[in-house]
């Protein structure tokens, strides 16, 4: 069975201890994708209180050019997507939960020059 989804990398955010960056490729175009779907279980709080992703962005193949975002969508469909979001205390020890199947999570990396030179971290309002 082919996966729909899988994890290209968890990556340190500078001078953020709490906040990571995770690199995705799902088979499937980006008008299929549900992002506020992307989770993490956390017990004893009503599940519209778990986090969710924060400024998302749609990678090109190579994940090299920002092709689009949640507000400004990328211009062409294809049947793959490379997509980044910020996620706020992450937990190790519990799987994302994504509208393609739960992601074991392997343990942070550092942000690899292709992405830090495109993507910023800036703290939400």
């Known amino acids: 069975m082919i996966k729909a ?3 290209i990398g968890i990556y340190s955010v500078d001078n953020e201890v709490d906040v990571h960056l995770i690199e995705l490729d799902i088979k499937a175009n980006f008008m ?13 709080i009503d599940k519209l209180n778990w986090q969710a992703p924060y400024d998302e962005k749609y990678l090109n193949k190579q994940g090299t050019e920002i092709i689009g975002n949640w507000l400004d969508e990328p211009k062409y469909l294809t049947h793959m997507t490379r997509l980044t979001f910020f996620f706020h205390y992450l937990d190790f020890s519990k799987p994302l939960i994504t509208p393609f199947g739960d992601i074991d999570l392997k343990s942070p990396e550092s942000m690899p020059a292709r992405l830090s030179s495109i993507l910023k971290y800036v703290q939400p309002d």
């Open 5 to 7: 989804i899988s994890l």
């Open 32 to 44: 299929d994708i549900e992002i506020d779907e992307f989770t993490q279980q956390k017990e004893d």
